[in-house]
């Protein structure tokens, strides 16, 4: 009746399940780096997880989480693009996909960074921030954004781009500034 | 694809970001990329961004992202490990990236567990309907457990431990979710459960693998005190959106009007973190050489006596009475003053941290207040217990190794004093006590006193 208490080290155990969670963010960002487009970058996430899940005995508290993770991110990538290229997908080319691996930081405060987002995007315009919002609501598109406000979709999404790009230089110089 | 193809650089990676660059421009922006690191540089960041964007979009949006698909384990694990383990499992995984906040799978309605109360604990317990006919101690989705006064340990299959600290309330939602809307609770969730979420009327706290405490009151702020690991919380009615704060071992929150929570220090003493282990009973022996109790200086103990007023020779005597069963007590006269004290010693089993109780009879209700002082160990001073700083042994049925006296009849009642915490590690082994007979001042009360014996019970190691 009563429950067993578990044989796992719970320290180490504790410790990967905050790794795993804190570092979702930064996963996720490399992944896309990594198939950038993609709509199966939630797929090979959840199987980074499952990796890194299965092989939670050979993580040590302590180390480089992250470093560990992007290893086993770039391998599932590598599955991903061998089915890929069996359905034509065009993709980046192979020495560019390791390139990029290579030089991914495995440093940057993703908490730090979403706290500069969110002040970037306060400080845009009303309507700059709301396309980005319609841009970024799952399940709506700027085509059924353009339909709704009566705007031609190509002209949006012109505009979209100038929004992220005055935000990325935004978020950049406010990590800059402050950095973690 | 897009109707105009980007001329620059950063538009052909947001393009390429949104799905929407075509073969040709793939291929283009593929050398310009190999060409340059700043290129590169600026590919990582738009990355970055649009990456961050949809995970605000998920949480604006309040999707919950599944790390690791549950079915996924099924498939991996064995059936009967997992059984056990999966809504365990599942709520590891069940993390939200960003909001770190967990959905609850439904359960088949089977026992989630179950509960042993401490002695001395005044409690009811609550099934729903559909559990009415939930069998002795066990707990399943929708009891509830009340309790007046004492503690009550609940097990979980899952391998979650919860001692609840009356008086409390506490309803058993899901296998690792209850509801604490008042009442002092400390919680192990070994790491197979992580996700354990505790409800309070003014907080939620989902556990990251770890021990903590809560505390839920009517008249002040909720607080949680986080002894080992990581307890994320959060608000009860704040935007679902909004991120959980995280609690770290050593750190204590109070929930605050308005839904926010500001720093106090922690405090792991407030919390019973195991029930109290039973109390052994050591009678007072005066027996030559064999015995634990003697005189603490010079002098002779009185004649053996059943007389109900026994000699008035300042002396400590052996004092049988009709009705006690358990042995003797060794008793002072009715109206004087005797010398010297006694002194009983005794060692405890083990090293570790001791409550030490001392025990005299209290004719309450009768004649007189039969009182006793007591002092433990040769720093402690001599202190006087009656009635009102004592507890008469019948209305809290505590748990004892050994026997204990008691009275048969409408006669005196055994009390328990509580003299203080010994620690072998500070006063050693051996504990020694010294008993004087009592003079509290209670009207109606007189010298004699009635001593029986000594106690200790174990306390739990921090």
Redesign the interface.
Known sequence: ??????Q?G?HQ??EF??E??AN??RL??F???LM????DI?DVL?ET??VL??SRSRYRPGSNFLAWAFTIARLEVLHYRTRAKRQRI????D??LE??AV??PDD?DHEA??RA?ESCKAKLPGKQREL??V????GYTLEAHARDTGRKA?AL?VA??RV??S??EC??KSMEEHPA | M???P?DKL??R?????????D?AG??Q??AE??AG?QA?DL????????????????A??R?V?????IE?LLA?QRRGIVR?SLFAAAA??L?S??A?WVKMVPWAPI?L??FRAGSGAVFSVEHSEDRKDTAGN?LGEGSRLRLGQGTIEV??????RCVLEGPADLTILADNRVRLPKGSAWFEV???A?GFTVETQQLTAVD???RFGVLARSDQGDQVHVIE??VAVKATGADDDRQPLVIKAGDAREAMAGGGFREIDIHPGKFVTALPNPITFVDADISPATGNTVLDGPGSFGPTTSLKTNSQDGKWSIRTYSGVVGGSVIASGLDEDVEPRLRTTFRVPEEGRYAICGYFWNNEGGEGSWDAAFQLGSRGQMKTYSRLNAVNLASIPEEFTTDVPTHDGDGPVLFQAALGMWDTTRDGSEVTVFIDNGDSGIPGHDLRTWYDGVGFRRLPDH
């Open positions: 009746m009563l429950g067993k208490r578990p796992d719970s155990l504790q399940v905050s795993l969670t979702q963010g996720r960002a992944l896309v780096s950038p487009g993609s709509p939630g959840q997880n499952i899940w299965k065009v993709l980046l080319s020495d560019l390139l990029m030089e991914t940057l960074y979403l987002l980005i919002d841009r970024y609501r799952p190509s999404r979209l781009m992220r790009e935000l990325r978020i950049e | 897009s109707e105009v980007p950063h538009d990676i947001l393009a390429l970001l949104d799905g929407t660059l073969s793939i291929q922006l593929d990329l190999k690191r590169r590919f990582r960041q738009l990355a970055t961004l649009h990456s961050a964007l949809e995970e605000q979009g998920e604006k949006f999707m992202r599944t790390l690791i698909p996924r991996d056990k590891v995984l993390f990236a960003l770190l026992t567990g179950e066990e097990k979980f299959d899952s391998g979650v070994p790491p197979p992580v990251l693998g770890t690991g990581v």
